[in-house]
């Protein structure tokens, strides 16, 4: 069945430290992805997305995205986190071949962030 | 900046109560979304619209309706509230293409007793 994985659920790391969270989708062709964050309170806002070329995809705060085609993931990273990156974030994917526009989520991962 | 409102941040009702959920954008956008997000399950589709008077059933239509009489608004009816609807309701806007960036309002947390 088609799907979008996020395996951890929750994920905590010190201020400072490097930080990786895991998208894994199972679909038959590359879906269009992206990855959206949920602050405390607010709606979503998107980070980044893919939908072909360069694989490393950057976007706003700081964040960026690897798409890795043989592992089926695109996972989001960034090199220091800020206390202000605890969200929840989200991975999505639009699939390329249905002409559905609408998206379609993760879990979700809620990240924590300690002094 | 684009702009997606809905009429209430929190909510609360009655069963059998009929709810009404309203989403405005005001950046002239064809396709309008709603999803409802729940805990361990992230979000969900409930129903779209690509154009006005137009809606489609997304992946969990059951117990909700829509309505979009002018572009810029798209309205979630809950027609006869039940316990387990009790969620967080969030509305998103799209300009045309499933490549297009979906803006999302800041959600209903909508409780139902």
């Known amino acids: 069945a088609q799907s979008v994985t996020q395996p951890d659920i929750h994920i905590t790391v010190s201020e400072g430290a490097s930080l990786e969270l895991r998208c894994n989708y199972s679909y038959g062709a590359t879906p269009y992805l992206f990855w959206y964050v949920q602050s405390p309170g607010q709606g979503l806002q998107l980070l980044l997305k893919?939908?072909?070329?360069?694989?490393l995809v950057q976007g706003i705060k700081g964040f960026e995205a690897e798409f890795k085609r043989s592992q089926s993931s695109f996972n989001l990273r960034k090199p220091s986190v800020h206390w202000s990156d605890a969200a929840e974030y989200f991975c999505?994917?639009?699939?390329?071949?249905?002409?559905?526009?609408?998206?379609?989520f993760g879990s979700g991962t809620r990240l924590q962030v300690q002094p | 900046d684009v702009k997606v409102t809905q009429s209430s941040r929190y909510l609360v009702k009655r069963t059998g109560e009929k709810v009404f959920l309203e989403c405005v954008q005001d950046?002239?956008?064809?396709?309008m979304f709603w999803y409802r997000q729940d805990p361990g399950l992230g979000l969900r589709l409930i129903y779209f619209?690509?154009?006005?008077?137009?809606?489609e059933k997304g992946d969990i239509p059951e117990g909700y309706s829509v309505s979009r009489e002018k572009k810029e608004r798209f309205s979630l009816i809950l027609e006869s509230a039940s316990t387990n609807q009790t969620s967080m309701y969030l509305c998103a806007s799209q300009e045309l293409a499933s490549t297009d960036t979906q803006y999302f309002g800041p959600g209903t947390r909508l409780t139902v007793l």
């Open positions: 950046m002239d956008h064809e396709n």
């Open positions: 999505a994917v639009v699939p390329m071949d249905t002409g559905r526009r609408a998206l379609t």
């Open positions: 619209s690509y154009d006005v008077k137009m809606k």
């Open positions: 893919y939908f072909s070329g360069d694989t």
